[in-house]
């Protein structure tokens, strides 16, 4: 039986990042004292929780089995923490968040940053990825993501409106020009954003959408890659304005075909349903609508 319930948030710890030294930087711990610590919870058990390497660990068949209690048992433990602390209306402990590189770089790090300076109970984890997270197997307490939901355990929460644009540099528009109406579209370079084969862009809404076969010439697997293609005249790049917005007002990029919208996606704060949530998330959530939307007057 272990002694000691914050080994059950050094387990998932490991589990999420995948070693012990990835679990020790977490959690400000070094590595022998996660080694020793996940030796001493495995004697206590009296079973061998993960397979391990020098680079890499693995759960066992016993770590499976006590990796879904220990979730739910550190989420137990912090809805108990959270219950007390919304007595005090206080903020505190881990704040897990996943958004896009280019969101968290240009918007939440700023906001983040701010934050945890008026919350010093506060810790937070941002992790950046151009790929959707599944939030239930992850443990992030809360996803920032364009567009509507795919998935009916989540809620989702508006914080500001967004709008799609094609850009390009000056550089790239001096050798090629810019396309005036979307049939010419067809014959310039286009940088596409995904891991599969895009053919073709949309443009409009509803029953006037209309799509436009393009020549995805480079395709990537992240914005940011997208972007910086785009600065250094690569081609025409579709963006949300929230990445773009600072180079379209200073010329580093050029915007194209402005009079064909292309089809909305609202930002939104995404959690699982369900879900306590406790004062760090809350007031995040407030205080990331309130800057994002006094930022969007200015767009």
């Not at 948030?9 to 589990?15: D, H, R, Y």
């Not at 996943?98 to 701010?114: E, Q, Y």
């Not at 073709?200 to 990537?220: D, T």
């Not at 910086?228 to 963006?239: D, E, T």
Request: proline letters at 4%; one cysteine or more; glycine letters at 8%.
């Amino acid at each position: 039986m272990l002694k000691d319930l914050r080994d059950v948030a050094l387990f998932n710890a490991i589990v999420s990042s995948g070693s012990l030294s990835a679990a020790g930087r977490q959690l400000g711990l070094s590595l022998a004292v996660v080694s020793k610590r996940l030796t001493q919870m495995e004697q206590q058990l009296g079973v061998r929780l993960f397979h391990r390497t020098t680079r890499h660990v693995s759960l066992t068949d016993e770590g499976l089995v006590f990796s879904e209690h220990a979730q739910r048992l550190q989420h137990e433990l912090e809805a108990i923490d959270n219950a007390l602390a919304n007595r005090l209306d206080r903020a505190s402990g881990t704040l897990r968040i996943t958004a896009s590189h280019s969101m968290g770089r240009i918007w939440l790090a700023p906001i983040v940053n701010d934050f945890m300076l008026d919350h010093p109970s506060v810790n937070v984890q941002l992790h950046l990825s151009d790929r959707v997270i599944d939030l239930a197997a992850s443990g992030y307490d809360l996803a920032i993501r364009y567009g509507a939901l795919a998935d009916s355990r989540l809620v989702a929460r508006e914080l500001a409106g967004n709008r799609r644009v094609l850009c390009a540099s000056p550089a790239y528009a001096a050798r090629h020009g810019l396309p005036q109406t979307l049939e010419e579209l067809s014959s310039h370079q286009c940088i596409v954003t995904g891991d599969t084969g895009i053919t073709e862009w949309r443009f409009g809404s509803g029953e006037q959408q209309r799509s436009v076969p393009i020549c995805a010439r480079l395709q990537v697997n992240t914005g940011e890659a997208s972007h910086a293609l785009a600065l250094h005249g690569a081609g025409i790049a579709m963006k949300s304005i929230w990445d773009v917005a600072g180079d379209l007002r200073s010329g580093a990029l050029l915007p194209v075909l402005e009079n064909y919208p292309l089809p909305a996606a609202p930002l939104h704060a995404i959690w699982l349903s369900g879900r306590h949530q406790p004062p760090r998330v809350r007031l995040f959530i407030e205080r990331l609508r309130q800057h994002l939307a006094h930022s969007w007057q200015h767009f």
